[in-house]
């Protein structure tokens, strides 16, 4: 017997584009989607909004400022300034993956409030483990985080919040497929949440305080992003696939190319190709750090959302394509690249770094000079970035060339499904059955090794090798645990082709292969249907509404647990100018989110502060010993873990400071890396530059993000100088702070410090956290 979700969307529409809906106004009430019954799409109080924004300002507007301005809590008296202003928006909704969602919900239960006060969804992606395959891995996952996974199914069923289950897929797809329309504003708690631009819909990632601030029913704040414009002329052809956009524009960008901005696609290149490929494009604006990305509302999109079953909703944002879903002409741009479509070639990024982009008719050439290993050991296709249909269809295409020259995999390959739909409909079309005959590995719908979940068992740690996989992050150690695994990125098509060529240096569009009786041939350029002609199958029901009376769920957290853990509230700043702090490390070269608060296996803590905190900034390189995870306590000399001396330090009443370069925080939305250092005693985050996401955690969390007003100054610091902070009692917007900085053998210097803390953000600082904040005005506590 079907489950009342999938008897709707298998009954609703069955073949792509029967979908038609008739009777339509702009007055008309349309559902967000078809699986809540309370909440509502509201293009006309949108549209209010535009125009008021419109006549203040004066001008045309982009596409990406009218879903923001759109969305003002008050649109009559914000001040809006591009890259100046802090606006408060109000989002539609959030979403929630299961590692991040912990700490969100562990925060909002602490505000005491009785249910979120905007739709809210929980998805199950992050806590399982690729070892074997899909169906044994996912049991082994269930059963070993049973305990959150129980407390997020009674805590959502608490609080209103709807909860997809382990097996259903990985959050942005599950979004994309059910909850993104043209728009729309919605933030999540993980930073690939713009991959619903791809729907036309503003999708911003954040941390989980920032979630609470939307469940609580306050206004969200978002510094007014610059709008980065990124012309697209032409149509692809050949092996060029919509990955190959991203990457390219990685590479002029660089990872901190987008920081403060929305990617904003526009010309006529834009409807060449499927909603599926701009949501790939925008899931990866986050490796340039942009704030997120954003195509409008075309015909891509209204064919994706018949075929999903949202007809009435594309019908319905049709009404409004012409004044909100659209720029208008002549809209101003901060800046403007072009992409000449016809002439883009594939790209394959990395190794280390997403933005070292290398066009494949130069990768043989760079990767020998390089000493890149050659061999590839292991292709990855799938995740969130790229498990569409189209993707799946076009990766087979090639491996059913190879096949009818007798080939397989060379590799090891993997196969990740981005959902249980996208499993469903590719094993009933027959995708699935040729990757496993290649000799592929079918894993979980999950995220498994693309954020490090995954127990690779064919090399050893410190084994120098190469990877490559159509993921979107190939930092350092992050896939696979090993620091020595060059990872690259580069789209389905030409993982599959590496795959079964097994070299690095192989490129389809003009080396050959032999085939099993040392006859040489070329491998076939792509094809793939972007959508499913017999419409997706759903599959296995995985969604869990949450019960229409909730006074008798009890939330399930067991008092013993090392997964889950209550907190505690912060204490508020007092008063006093911080002085004579250590340096708990100084910390060399690129510092990301996962060297800051690394994933894999620490996953299993996320909620859990006091154990998550063991693995505080324990990938991070010790500029004073050129070794991660061993630091100095200059009280005693001793060298310890980075963790250990940070608790030696707060045990003692002793605040300290990290000191960090470019960009730092970079990667994750992850607030653990905020909410730790603020446990283990931390006062100060100084560095050259922060992503936008880790500076705003670290905000929320009462800790002080300082930036070198002259980067030089990082320079001139040594890791056992002693750190005052000094006028933190006039604390003000644009007003600079005094760092002086105390030389083991030296006089005293001094240096200013920049911040971009609002007067609201202050009172964070000064009241210890955002959510104790939160608390005093809401609860007078």
């Known amino acids: 017997m079907l489950s009342a979700r999938t008897s709707i969307l298998r009954n609703t529409f ?7 809906v008739s009777n339509l106004t702009r007055d008309s009430k349309v559902n967000q989607n078809l699986l809540e019954d309370h909440s509502f799409i509201n293009y006309k109080q949108n549209v209010e909004n535009m125009n008021i924004v419109k006549k203040r300002l004066n001008r045309p507007l982009t596409y990406a400022e009218k879903i923001l301005y759109s969305h003002l809590d008050n649109p009559q008296e914000q001040d809006i300034q591009r890259g100046v202003s802090y606006l408060k928006l109000r989002p539609d909704r959030v979403a929630c993956q299961d590692a991040t969602a912990q700490m969100a919900i562990l925060q909002f239960m602490s505000a005491g409030l009785p249910e979120v006060a905007k739709p809210v969804t929980v998805h199950c992606d992050h806590l399982i483990q690729a070892q074997v395959g899909g169906e044994k891995d996912l049991k082994r996952a269930v059963d070993l985080n049973k305990e959150v996974f129980d407390f997020l199914a009674t805590a959502t069923a608490k609080y209103n919040m709807g909860f997809w289950k382990p097996g259903s897929g990985i959050i942005h797809q599950i979004v994309l497929e059910n909850y993104a329309f043209p728009g729309a504003l919605m933030i999540g708690t993980d930073s690939h949440t713009p991959n619903a631009g791809g729907l036309g819909q ?20 978002l510094k007014a992003p ?11 052809n050949g092996w060029t696939s919509p990955k190959d956009i991203i990457l390219k524009l990685a590479g002029i960008t660089t990872v901190k190319g987008g920081t403060g901005k929305i990617v904003e696609y526009f010309g006529e290149g834009v409807d060449t190709f499927s909603a599926t490929g701009m949501g790939t494009i925008c899931n990866m604006g986050a490796e340039i750090g942009a704030t997120t990305s954003v195509f409008p509302y075309n015909q891509s999109m209204i064919d994706y959302l018949k075929a999903t079953r949202r007809g009435k909703i594309a019908d319905f944002a049709k009404l409004y394509q012409k004044d909100l879903l659209s720029a208008d002409p002549n809209c101003g741009y901060d800046e403007v690249i072009e992409l000449d479509l016809n002439t883009l070639e594939p790209y394959v990024n990395g190794p280390f770094t997403p933005d070292l982009a290398t066009p494949i008719s130069k990768m043989k050439d760079v990767a020998v000079a390089n000493g890149w290993p050659l061999d590839v050991r292991v292709g990855l296709i799938g995740s969130c970035t790229n498990s569409s249909y189209e993707d799946m269809s076009r990766a087979a295409s090639i491996i059913k060339d190879a096949a009818s020259h007798g080939l397989k995999a060379k590799t090891i390959f993997t196969v990740t499904p981005g959902s249980e739909q996208i499993r469903a409909t590719i094993e009933r079309d027959g995708q699935l059955e040729t990757f496993k005959e290649f000799g592929g590995i079918v894993l979980a719908n999950a995220c498994g090794p693309c954020i490090g979940q995954w127990d690779r068992q064919d090399i050893k740690k410190g084994e120098k090798n190469t990877i490559v996989s159509s993921y979107n992050r190939n930092f350092t150690s992050r896939n696979d645990g090993n620091p ?11 993982v599959t082709a590496f795959a079964i060529a097994g070299d690095l240096r192989f490129n389809p569009i003009t080396d050959k292969l032999k085939d099993k009786a040392g006859n040489e041939f070329m491998l076939k350029p792509p094809f793939g249907n972007g959508l499913p002609e017999d419409g997706y199958d759903p599959g296995n029901n995985t969604y869990s509404a949450p019960p229409k009376t909730r006074d008798s769920v009890a939330v399930s957290i067991a008092p013993n647990s090392d997964r889950l853990q209550k907190l505690t509230a912060f204490e508020a700043w007092d008063g006093k100018d911080p002085k004579n702090m250590p340096i708990l490390i100084k910390s060399l070269g690129k510092t990301t989110t996962d060297h800051i608060s690394m994933a894999g296996p620490w996953l299993k803590y996320r909620g859990h502060l006091e154990n998550i905190s063991n693995n505080y900034m324990i990938g991070a390189i010790n500029a004073e010993n050129n070794k991660a995870n061993s630091v100095k306590n200059v009280y005693t000399g001793e060298y310890k873990g980075v963790p250990d001396t940070a608790r030696d330090y707060r045990d003692q009443g002793i605040k300290w400071v990290v000191i960090g370069g470019e960009n730092f925080g970079e990667g994750s939305s992850r607030e653990h890396a905020a909410l730790e250092p603020r446990f283990l005693g931390g006062c100060a985050i100084i560095t050259k530059s922060f992503a936008r996401i880790h500076e705003t955690n670290l905000k929320k969390q009462g800790l002080l993000p300082l930036n070198f007003k002259n980067p030089a100054d990082y320079d001139k610091i040594n890791p056992d100088d002693k750190i005052d902070l000094l006028g933190l009692d006039k604390l003000a917007p644009g007003v600079d702070i005094t760092m002086r900085v105390h030389p083991k053998n030296g006089k005293p210097w001094d240096a200013q410090l920049t911040h971009t803390y609002n007067s609201e953000q202050i009172d964070w600082f000064k009241e210890g956290s955002a959510l104790n904040k939160i608390r005093k005005d809401r609860l007078g506590a």
């Not at 069955?14 to 038609?20: D, F, I, N, V, W």
């Not at 610059?226 to 692809?236: A, E, P, S």
């Open 14 to 20: 069955s073949k792509r584009g029967l979908a038609t």
């Open 226 to 236: 610059k709008i980065l414009g990124v012309k697209l002329t032409g149509r692809m």
């Open 202 to 221: 503003l999708a911003i990632g954040v941390g989980g305080a920032d979630a609470v601030d939307v469940m609580a029913d306050l206004p969200w704040e």
């Open 484 to 494: 020595q695994t060059h990872a690259f990125v580069a789209s389905p098509e030409l």
